[in-house]
């Protein structure tokens, strides 16, 4: 059990801080280490008008510098893009819009999605050659989850966890007991988390008011429905690695996510028993 | 739900209905840690506690469009060698499934410095679903049962919106321009 523990409503949702210290050095870690979070989201958030990704979607086929936050997440998502074969996809924003689990981009209707051909890249400016909307909900979160974690181990704290609702990294010698949340409200029990970091995504049919978010494919293949909880090493690819998972065909769902160097936890069997 | 499950349920029923009441709950910090830590520089702590009239209410209603339900609400002046340094202020928001206490730290001008959670407690039956219940209860006391709240230390699962503590400070910045700033 870490010596200062925290919670904060940030993305969202509540995210938890764990250190093993405590007084006026762990606090401020921790509060640095908020503040990155709510950095992150003020720079990522698709909700947010205010936000540099809202800026960009608003006018997608212009040049855009981007911030260096920016551009590792995007970085990190057209690489997952790529080697998931497409079903990790950013520029899905305008299908989100369209059926309304995100808001109108202020800017012309994007296309429902993309492809990587559609990135034009220059250094740290981008544009894109259709009018498509970028959306990192499906990884941002657990990017600003190994922020936060960078942030308090740099600050001299070597074990310790940071819990986003669901996306949750555990370093050092910290361990965490990992239940899940299912759809119908129940409580499984997972397992024990260190070293290392676990995400669940949940996959509605529909857009609700405890299951904001939604999953949607860029190709022909719907998404499975249910809860879907896949562990790696960083918090940033088992949050995208959730959304994979509720992708990929039942044949190919293991090997892939080995390939992409995460493993499936627990699928949503147990919720659909129930 | 499985046969196994349902006989379960109705063995377990005594100790599920005094425990669901409170599922999943956490303690996260006292009100003097949170004044530490939204005011690190503050030497002190006037207390500033509020009862809110009836027509205060109205209009923190009109500005926040948040009904302020209580008549008291916790205030405390953060002060530095006699410098004014901003609100402290302890609120409560019940939502359909949670009820938690948080501390708000405000500037003097009314800019958010930050909001820490205090307590938060889910007060949803989710256990009473729960796959693994017995195993909760092998070799413990009802007692040691009680205590299974904070063993549930992290969930995993379909994310808990917070909008209810956003419009909870919503309100508490409605407060601050209408009775603390005029006051």
């Known amino acids: 059990m870490a010596d200062t523990v925290r919670q904060r409503p940030l993305l969202g949702t509540f995210v938890e801080i764990g250190v093993d210290g405590a007084g006026p050095a762990a606090d401020a870690a921790v509060t640095a280490a908020f503040a990155e979070i709510a950095a992150i989201h003020d720079l990522l958030s698709f909700q947010s008008p205010d936000s540099a990704l809202s800026a960009f979607n608003r006018d997608p086929m212009a040049w855009h510098d981007l911030a260096p936050a920016f551009r590792r997440v995007l970085g990190l998502s057209m690489l997952l893009m790529w080697h998931s074969g497409g079903l990790f996809n950013p520029t899905v924003g305008g299908q989100l819009v369209a059926r309304g689990a ?20 220059n250094g740290n400016r981008l544009r894109l050659k259709r009018p498509l909307a970028l959306t990192f909900d499906g990884i941002a979160k657990g990017f600003a989850v190994d922020r936060a974690v960078a ?25 965490l007991r990992v239940r899940r949340r299912e759809t119908n409200g129940s409580i499984t029990r997972l397992g024990e988390l260190s070293g290392g970091a676990v995400a669940t995504s949940v996959v509605a049919p529909q857009v609700d008011e405890r299951f904001p978010g939604l999953t949607v494919s860029a190709g022909d293949n719907a998404p499975a429905p249910g809860a879907w909880t896949v562990c790696a ?5 088992a949050d995208a690695l959730t959304k994979v998972a509720a992708l990929a065909g039942d044949a190919d769902r293991a090997a892939l996510l080995n390939r992409l160097h995460g493993a499936l936890i627990a699928g949503p069997a147990v919720a659909g028993a129930a | 739900m499985n046969q196994f499950n349902r006989n379960f349920v109705f063995l377990a029923a005594l100790p599920t209905l005094a425990i669901s009441q409170s599922v999943y709950a956490k303690d996260y910090l006292s009100v003097a840690d949170a004044r530490k830590i939204l005011f690190p520089a503050a030497q002190t702590f006037l207390d ?14 009109d500005l926040s469009g948040v009904r ?15 410098r004014f340094l901003g609100w402290l202020v302890v609120d409560e928001v019940v939502g359909k499934h949670e009820f938690i206490t948080y501390a708000v730290g405000i500037t003097p001008d009314g800019r958010v410095i930050g909001v820490e959670i205090l307590s938060y407690r889910e007060t949803h039956g989710y256990q009473i679903m729960e796959a693994d219940w017995r195993n909760q209860f092998k070799g413990k006391t009802i007692d040691g049962a009680f205590k299974l709240d904070e063993d549930i230390s992290n969930i995993s699962g379909a994310t808990l919106s917070c909008r209810n503590v956003t419009d909870g400070v919503k309100r508490v910045l409605a407060l601050h321009q209408l009775v603390l700033m005029d006051g």
Request: charged content about 25%; aromatic content about 12%.
């Open chain 2, 48 to 61: 500033h506690k509020l009862t809110i009239t009836k027509d205060q209410k109205k209009a923190i209603k």
């Open chain 1, 151 to 175: 942030i308090v181990r740099r600050a001299g704290f070597t074990s310790g966890w940071v819990d986003a609702g669901g996306d949750m990294r555990a370093f050092g010698n910290s361990k």
């Open chain 1, 233 to 237: 090493r960083y918090a940033w690819q």
């Open chain 2, 68 to 82: 302020q339900r209580w008549d008291d609400q916790l205030v405390w002046r953060a002060e530095a060698d006699g």
């Open chain 1, 102 to 121: 995100l808001p109108p981009t202020g800017g012309p209707m994007p296309l429902p999605f993309g492809q990587l051909g559609d990135f034009d890249m």
